[in-house]
């Protein structure tokens, strides 16, 4: 995956689309959008970091943060991770939000998950009779889980990870009520660490989730 390539091409839709929002039939009201993005998030009851993030200014416009090498020792490491959102609320026009996130070369969990390239977009839109929001455009380049290769995995995709707990790849969640109202949610990579809960004689009777690793997360939605 041409990474490069694809930060290029987000950027000229960060930058074009407000712009070329259409005139459509949308009743005049309040209107919002809304957008966040981050490159990686540890969250375990030592740690707690969100880096780079970015989150879209009340009124619209464009935001973005980066940052060269991102390391949670022991966690996540990775490379040239950037965070952009922009997004446009017009009463008469509607809505746009565009988010994205992107990293270079990523490891978790000191190699278990690793790839060469991660891209997480969320794109919602409300205005001339459509209301919809989507992933298109998020892709995982050269992903190794535990060994094994993995290749663009649909949506939700999850795979134990023996003595960690699980992963959820191309994690995608909606909100709104798709007529009025839309929003998406995009984690490329999710690692919910597990530890076992343990019975009185010592037999396992559960899991108990003790952190979440996160790595490329988009968010938009309109009003």
């Known amino acids: ?131 919809a929001s989507d992933a298109e455009g998020s892709s995982l380049s050269n992903l190794i889980v535990n060994g094994t290769a993995v290749s663009d995995p649909a949506p939700n995709t999850r795979i134990d990870l023996p003595g960690v707990g699980y992963v959820v790849l191309n994690e995608q969640s909606a909100t709104g009520d798709g007529v009025t109202t839309s929003g998406i949610t995009v984690n490329m990579i999710h690692v919910v660490l597990q530890q076992p809960i343990l019975g009185v004689l010592g037999q396992v009777t559960g899991y108990q989730t003790v952190g979440n690793i996160i790595v490329g997360s988009a968010t938009s939605s309109v009003n």
């Open 1 to 131: 995956m041409k990474i490069d390539t694809m930060r290029r091409a987000i950027g000229l839709v960060a930058v074009v689309l407000p712009m070329t929002w259409m005139a459509g039939t949308v009743a005049a009201q309040m209107r919002a959008a809304n957008a966040q993005a981050f490159g990686v998030s540890v969250n375990t009851p030592t740690v707690n970091q969100t880096s780079p993030y970015a989150v879209l200014p009340t009124g619209g416009a464009l935001a973005e943060d980066q940052g060269q090498t991102v390391a949670v020792a022991n966690f996540v490491t990775a490379q040239d991770a950037f965070a952009i959102v922009t997004g446009d609320a017009d009463p008469t026009y509607g809505s746009n939000a565009v988010s994205s996130a992107t990293l270079g070369a990523v490891s978790l969990l000191n190699g278990l998950i690793t790839t060469d390239g991660v891209v997480a977009i969320a794109t919602s839109t409300l205005g001339d009779g459509l209301v």
